[in-house]
Structure formats: structure tokens, C-alpha cells
């Protein structure tokens, strides 16, 4: 059983850092209030699926190749946020 919600989990994450990973590339299309918008909505689920997927060594890889490309992104997200 355990292995089974590890597994959702790691899906839930995934689907989150997917999501991310195409805000970001809407952001820098130019559809930055879009990306905005859609990010604010579930930012707690975006958050906790980045966090907990950079601990996972299975997820990590890719988690740090969409936070590299997201450094603009997550800067103006947040700067709104302060």
C-alpha cells in the first residue's frame, strides 16, 4: 500500500513540475499574466511539488533543469509576492 501512494505522489509532483516547466515557456512566449494567473491559482500544489521532488533522487534532474530555466519566472513571480 505504501508503495502505491509513493506512486501517486511522485505523479502528483511530476504533473505539477510539468505544469511549472510550461508556465515558464509561456512566460517567456509573453504571455507572462497568463503564466501569473495560473501559477497564483495552485501556488501552494506548484510549491510542495518542487520542493518535494528536489529531494527525490528519481525526480531531482529534472526538477533543477526547469528551476534553471525558470530563474526569470520564479524572479518576477515572487517579487510580486514581497
Known amino acids: ?3 502505491a501512494v509513493d506512486n501517486s505522489k511522485g ?4 504533473y505539477y513540475v510539468s505544469r511549472f516547466k510550461e508556465l515558464n515557456e509561456q ?3 509573453g504571455h507572462s499574466m497568463t503564466a501569473f494567473v495560473a501559477f497564483y491559482e495552485e501556488k501552494e500544489s ?3 511539488s518542487l520542493i ?7 525526480t531531482s534532474n529534472v ?3 526547469v528551476l534553471s530555466e525558470a ?6 513571480v515572487f517579487l510580486v509576492l514581497a
Do not use: H
Open 1 to 3: 500500500m505504501k508503495e
Open 11 to 14: 505523479r502528483f509532483y511530476a
Open 27 to 29: 512566460f517567456l512566449k
Open 46 to 48: 506548484f510549491i510542495k
Open 52 to 58: 518535494e521532488s528536489c529531494s527525490d533522487p528519481s
Open 63 to 65: 526538477v533543477f533543469d
Open 71 to 76: 530563474e526569470l519566472f520564479l524572479d518576477s
